[in-house]
């Protein structure tokens, strides 16, 4: 298996390169990373992209070019990626990442490169000469416009793979002022459809809610069809969301009309992310911002009380809690001390008791 074609672990060596530089000396700590933050840093959000990051970094390290640390208690979901030290020429030699010879520098310099990958003249690029030799003639031969299409469709197009173009973008060519995914390649990432349950007849014009997680998204459906307090209830499947916010707009025009968007998710730095990365994306799309559904909320930090599990990541900012508004400070003093709460609290032996969600 070659991680050179994997968006995953272009993203690793990504940060293993910026981490090692060019430095040839053997390094005295092996490399590692968050498995979240390293797909949130890919651009790895939905469920089936996610899925199938999981299967590659398994099947990697089967061949022995990571290792995986699994989260404490539930060997089934990774924590960490390793790059263990006696690897690291091998991927080196995988992302054909060597000092530049007389000859290469001389290949790029020389080659009569489009326009829009003039750059690469002087940039210090990590991309294979075969990749940069595609873009180059997909693009000679499809002058503006181009008509917007998925990023993998266009990726199938220039590269004969369809997840090419992912593992690209977390590589210096599409930094800022370099190449741009719609303006020169016309295309976009395409997040999944949303799958949501219309709320009962009583319901209409309320609020839709997003839910994070399947299990408490079943939860909600069943309270709501008794108590009816949501015209949907929406299943954002986790870092889906944020790029399937789009789907919003269908949601609406099923719904006869936009209304005011609720999110409950996990209290944990991703859980908080999520809904605000959705917010930002919403926004630029003339959506409505997404907003917390602080009565969830409070109850989960009521529930989870003494039931919290550790959190090892990055701890969640003032700014992101601040989302949360009245409860801002007491989820932040949560995370600063290592903890989160799983949404799975608040089930449904608690909902089913529950008469109203002020």
């Not at 590589?171 to 949501?196: H, K, M, N, V, Y």
């Not at 108590?227 to 889906?240: D, E, K, L, Q």
Request: proline share 8%; aromatic share 10%; hydrophobic share 40%.
């Amino acid at each position: 298996m070659n991680p050179g074609r994997l968006p995953v672990a272009s993203e690793l060596f990504r940060q293993w390169q910026s981490a090692r530089g060019n430095r040839d000396e053997p390094a005295s700590r092996p490399f590692s990373r968050d498995w979240e933050q390293l797909l949130d840093a890919a651009g790895i959000v939905s469920a089936v992209d996610r899925n199938d990051a999981e299967r590659d970094v398994r099947a990697l390290e089967q061949d022995r070019w990571l290792h995986i640390k699994p989260v404490r208690h539930r060997p089934h979901l990774i924590q960490r990626l390793t790059i263990p030290l006696e690897q690291e020429a091998r991927w080196r030699e995988a992302f054909g990442f060597v000092p530049p010879s007389d000859t290469e520098a001389r290949r790029l310099l020389e080659f009569p490169w489009v326009p829009q990958l003039e750059f690469v003249r002087s940039a210090r690029l990590q991309v294979p000469f075969g990749d940069l030799q595609a873009l180059h003639a997909f693009l000679g031969a499809h002058p503006d416009p181009l008509p917007l299409v998925p990023i993998k469709e266009r990726s199938l197009q220039i590269f004969g793979d369809e997840k090419r173009l992912d593992a690209l973008l977390g590589s210096t060519l599409f930094r800022e002022e370099r190449l741009d995914l719609q303006r020169d390649l016309g295309c976009e990432i395409i997040g999944e459809p949303l799958a949501w349950k219309r709320g009962p007849t009583g319901a209409v014009g309320r609020p839709v809610i997003v839910i994070e997680n399947a299990a408490t998204w079943h939860s909600y459906c069943r309270w709501n069809r008794d108590r009816a307090r949501f015209s949907a209830v929406v299943y954002g499947g986790g870092n889906r969301f944020a790029d399937g916010v789009r789907y919003l707009t269908d949601l609406f025009e099923e719904l006869d009309g936009s209304r005011r968007v609720l999110y409950f998710g996990d209290l944990d730095p991703p859980g908080l992310q999520i809904p605000q990365r959705a917010s930002r994306s919403a926004e630029a799309l003339g959506l409505p911002f997404v907003e917390p559904h602080l009565w969830s909320y409070r109850q989960l930090l009521r529930l989870g009380q003494g039931r919290e599990t550790a959190w090892t990541g990055d701890p969640g900012t003032p700014e992101e809690c601040a989302w949360l508004g009245e409860l801002a400070d007491p989820v932040l003093q949560l995370l600063a001390a290592g903890k989160r709460v799983a949404q799975e609290h608040l089930g449904w032996e608690y909902l089913q008791t529950q008469t109203h969600d002020r």
